[in-house]
């Protein structure tokens, strides 16, 4: 065989391989999670995609990048969290596929496929392929990592894990590339990307120092200025990510979530937090969507002494494997550095503890179980050892497997709200936030007798749930039991000023007993905390429209659908518009509706009437009979559709 020939099949063979490795990982990535992809929006994803105006239009592109997440809210949005990517990637997915699920979680199960190849490129680049590969395998199938996977709302641990990876991998490369400056700019632009996916981003140039400095192969023969080269970049760059963070929300952590919670307090939660994320990994299971946070206060507190215990074994393992596996240490900082932003129970959110938050973490924990089960496997010792070191592959299929189906059957939890909060329930009885929540699916089923009983024992749990507060104000409007109504609605605000949804209640209330000043000056103050709100401004226009004020409804109903589409606002201009006999505007309204919703009924039954008043009768009947199809019962479409069949030769079409 010539040299030439030789040279051109031994690529060949290397890129066979690299491909079968590559295909191999993204079904490991793929698979555990494919069930996922029927299941649909659930918790916040009802919020941060569904009736987020930010998703639906590029209009408010501005604001993703200069507001935070929940400022689409208005005054009740102000929040620590500044994430533009995750609304990025949803008004992108939204813009190509629609308001589908099934698009929104392809997304999820496609980053995950990448974050577990970059898993494999990082560790073979430490450990070798077969380490790499073992490691990669088990951070496909860790049954922690179903959250992140299969709740859409979660994209944020998924798109910062990518971006994080990417731009280490990029750092541990600037040594090896003759094109320094492109290098450092590709850095600059991965890491940004993963400072405005999530906030844990920031520890990255910390890691990078420390790998630097303690880790790399040549640390002892470059110069101070070398090193300062390579690590400058991704310290410049989270500089200005602080500034931009400061100038957006008044500070790097605006809001204090528990201001009364002390810093003895929140030391003593933080290892206890630690403890629990330790275990999870290593036991992964009593999964659940929500869990209740209760601070630590003594350091006997049982929590805090497992917590001390684990972080003791970690350090003495850490300090063994520094002498006799130096690289793998660094394990121990994959785990724990970006862990370090979530432990401050302080400027945390409800949920201080998540499953979610170990996405990025658990690669220096299987980084340790792949470089155990391969060191194992090749041990040579006694013959009595031989037959463990044989089994080790057994044992690492049969872990991935027990991995794999716990994954698929963690997954079912996020078919649906009522499925995610009754299994969180389960394990988190206390948890009255997820009560309430549970409480209003079943509001919106129609069952309102379980709904009230899911909000009372929500308020038995956590009296000052300004949510159950204001969903039994709601229950109780329903009930026409209004002055019951009024004081849940005023307990609410008194908990929560800002509580959009709380002055539209209370608003509505107010309008069914005659205040009408009252009601308007509360819907007022309710678009005023929240613009965006279509919920507010379409609330405030059905109260003036009833009231003969079409005027003022137009104007209400204009800056609903300015704020975004939907088809309540539409319709209810093109009924100002019919009412006005201006029906080009009618049926522009109608027509705007209909490309929002063509289901919707009131729309088809609308443009019918349109249609009628503008001498097209054959077009009027096809749309009121698109009504009935779906609303048989409906009076208007049903006389009016008698009325045109008596009035022409048109026949009822039929599927």
Known sequence: MSLRASLRREPSAENRREVAIFFSLFLLGLLP?????????????????????????????????????????????????????????????????????????????????????????????????????????????????????????????????????????????????????????????????????????????????????????????????????????????????LTIRTLILGGVASVLMRPNLSWHDTLLSSVSLLGGYIAKLIWPAHFAAFYVFHPSRHFIDAAVLLGAAGLVACAILFLLLWKRAHLLSFAFLLIFLPLGPVLNARWMPASVFAERYLYLPSVGFCWLLGWAAVKLWNAEGPALLRPLARAVPVLVAVVALLYAVRTVTRNRDWTSDEVLFRQALQSQSDASLVRSDLGAVYYNHGNLAQAEREWQEALSNGPSNVFAIDNMALLRQQQHRYLESLDYSWRALRGRPAYTMAHVNLAETLAAVGRDAEAEWQFRISTTLTPLSTRAHNGYGKFLFQRGRLEDARNEYERSVEADSTTDAYNQLGKIYFTWKDLPRAERAYRHALGVDNFDIDAHVGMGQVLEATGHPAEALREFEKGLEMDPSDAVAKAAAVRLRANSSAKPITQ
Request: a neutral charge.
């Open 33 to 241: 999670y494919v069930n996922t992809l029927l299941s649909g929006f659930v918790y916040d994803d009802n919020f941060q995609v569904v009736a987020n105006p930010y998703v639906h239009s590029f209009r408010h592109l501005r604001e993703i990048f200069t507001t935070t997440v929940w400022s689409f809210e208005g005054a009740a949005g102000v929040t620590n969290y500044f994430r533009p990517m995750m609304t990025l990637g949803y008004l992108l997915t939204y813009q190509i596929a629609g308001l589908v699920p099934f698009s929104f979680h392809l997304v999820n199960l496609v980053l995950n496929c990448v974050a577990v190849w970059l898993v494999f490129v990082l560790l073979r680049r430490f450990s070798g392929e077969r380490v790499a590969l073992v490691a990669a395998g088990l951070f496909a199938l860790h049954p922690i990592h179903t959250e992140p996977v299969a709740w859409i709302a979660a994209v944020t641990d998924l798109q910062l894990t990518v971006f994080y990876l990417g731009a280490f991998l990029l750092y541990l490369r600037l040594a090896e590339t003759d094109r320094r400056l492109r290098a450092r700019i590709i850095l600059c632009v991965v890491f940004l990307l993963a400072l405005l996916s999530k906030e844990q981003a920031m520890t990255l140039p910390v890691m990078a120092t420390i790998f630097e400095y303690f880790y790399r192969d040549d640390r002892s023969t470059t110069t101070a200025w070398e090193k300062l080269s390579r690590i400058g970049p991704l310290w410049a760059m989270a500089a200005f990510y």
